[in-house]
């Protein structure tokens, strides 16, 4: 295996590892004042701590399946509930809102892949809140993918969007910029291209297009 391989496996361990440690953390903080807390009011608290976290773990859990593992079980096609539960899963409560246009139809993995990578870099970018568009259709033998975030402020990483834009040797390779050089990767195993366009300071379009192969 090249290092190449090795130090993206790693990247993407490392932001798997890092979004994982504040729910798992706060599980375990839960448990430790749960074993010390006689007052019911205290521990009633506990038990809802305890709840969301291990509800914000498991929603990451499975967001990171679909997104950066082989998604087993699902054969070649995701119901398409399936990534739209998964972007909700990693919007939390946050003061994002998500309008999904896509229909029913099952999705290939790889649009899957990188709808969610897409999803994760566009929301981590939405730090005051927004709004998230999410778009795939099937045109002929390819598959178009389309998110658009609107909002007051984009804190989209600059190394990110390089990548995005140019290809995945723009910026270097870190656990932030991991999930942007997936969909590169992604994109590229599938004959298919990347784009990325700032329409305005309030507005970001990104978008593949993956190419049948016959």
Do not use: Y
């Amino acid at each position: 295996m090249s290092d190449d391989r090795v130090d993206f496996a790693s990247m993407l361990a490392s932001r798997l590892c890092h979004d994982l440690l504040s729910p798992v953390g706060a599980f375990a903080n839960g448990l430790e004042l749960l074993a010390d807390e006689k007052d019911p009011a205290m521990r009633e608290r506990c038990f809802e701590l305890l709840e969301q976290s291990a509800r914000t773990s498991a929603n990451k859990l499975k967001f990171f399946r679909l997104a950066f593992g082989s998604a087993g079980g699902f054969g070649e096609l995701v119901p398409a509930d399936e990534a739209k539960s998964a972007i909700h899963g990693i919007i939390g409560d946050r003061a994002i809102e998500l309008n999904w246009m896509i229909g029913t139809d099952p999705l290939p993995k790889p649009a899957v892949k990188i709808i969610l990578n897409l999803s994760l870099l566009l929301v981590d970018a939405l730090v005051r809140g927004g709004r998230l568009d999410v778009g795939c259709e099937k045109q002929g033998d390819a598959i178009e993918i389309a998110l658009h975030v609107e909002a007051e402020r984009i804190f989209l990483d600059a190394d990110v969007e390089h990548i995005l834009a140019e290809g995945e040797g723009a910026s270097p390779m870190t656990s932030r910029t991991a999930p942007a050089v997936l969909v590169q990767a992604v994109a590229r195993q599938n004959d298919g291209t990347v784009m990325l366009a700032r329409e305005t300071p309030t507005s970001l379009l990104v978008g593949a297009v993956l190419r049948g192969r016959e």
